[in-house]
């Protein structure tokens, strides 16, 4: 019995750890009654992302949010109960992927992948990046907030419902940013015909971008491509061996909504023979 207490114990403090209040607050113990007490009322106790969050990479993947209760919930009754705000064709509760992963916690998918995909992609710049780098594909809107709502009518499994509404809020891309570059960052080795590939987490104004991109050491002449998400340029007729490169973008980028890139960005990387 003493070393299932002592087991025990740590279990107890995490829980009791990631309780919060409607405000997302910090409160006492989430034992105070058991998981499947048929007389308390049900409340939310943690959330993923945490209320107020600010991006970026805050979101699980696969961009799930994650809600946790008190108490052994109704499937079919949180589901309903939990919708965002605002949500688009392309960000929205997917409630066909939603429900519990795991007792008390429910997973809620934002993106329906299989359909966005196809729309942040594009054929020519994705291919210019190694095959085992992973792209930090855009989903969210920069600078939009977003909020979950949980409704009251969400019960656990014996029927009794929330006492009162309960939401949280969070930001994933709070400002205009690039993502993805090739070469990367202290890259060296890197072939004289290589080409250059920036990818941003928004649709690019072109020519605020064009503008914004400079190679140093100067280069005179080189061809350029600009798609929805990005940019790529290449030399012309090659970089030469063994120098090293700093491609800059300065916050004269913009997004097609007019957010100014949020900080200068640059990267270097050193050509092979």
Not at 41 to 57: E, F, K, Q, R, S
Not at 58 to 71: C, E, H, L, Q
Request: include cysteine; charge should be negative.
């Amino acid at each position: 019995m003493k070393k299932i207490v002592l087991l025990l114990t740590p279990l107890l403090a995490a829980l009791a750890w990631n309780c919060r209040d409607n405000s997302n607050n910090i409160t006492g113990s989430v034992v105070d009654s058991p998981i499947d007490d048929p007389y308390t009322t049900p409340y939310v106790i943690w959330t993923d992302p945490l209320d107020g969050a600010v991006g970026p990479n805050i979101m699980s993947p696969g961009n799930v949010v994650k809600i946790r209760f008190d108490k052994l919930m109704d499937s079919k009754s949180v589901v309903r109960a939990v919708s965002l705000s605002p949500s688009s064709e392309w960000v929205y509760v997917d409630t066909t992927r939603s429900g519990p992963v795991e007792g008390t916690t429910f997973d809620f998918p934002l993106i329906p992948e299989p359909n966005y995909l196809p729309i942040v992609r594009d054929a020519k710049l994705d291919a210019l990046f190694p095959s085992w780098y992973v792209i930090q594909y855009p989903y969210f809107k920069v600078g939009q907030t977003y909020t979950i709502s949980v409704s009251a009518s969400a019960s656990d499994m014996f029927g009794n419902t929330l006492d009162q509404p309960d939401s949280f809020s969070f930001t994933p891309e709070p400002y205009f940013r690039i993502t993805d570059t090739t070469p990367l960052d202290n890259d060296t080795a890197v072939s004289p015909l290589a080409t250059i590939a920036v990818r941003f987490n928004a649709m690019i104004d072109t020519l605020s971008v064009r503008n914004a991109f400079s190679v140093s050491p100067a280069i005179a002449t080189g061809s350029s491509y600009f798609s929805s998400w990005g940019l790529y340029w290449s030399p012309s007729p090659k970089f030469a061996s063994e120098t090293q490169y700093t491609v800059n973008i300065s916050t004269q980028a913009k997004d097609r909504d007019g957010h100014q890139l949020h900080a200068p960005f640059s990267f270097s990387f050193i050509t092979g023979k």
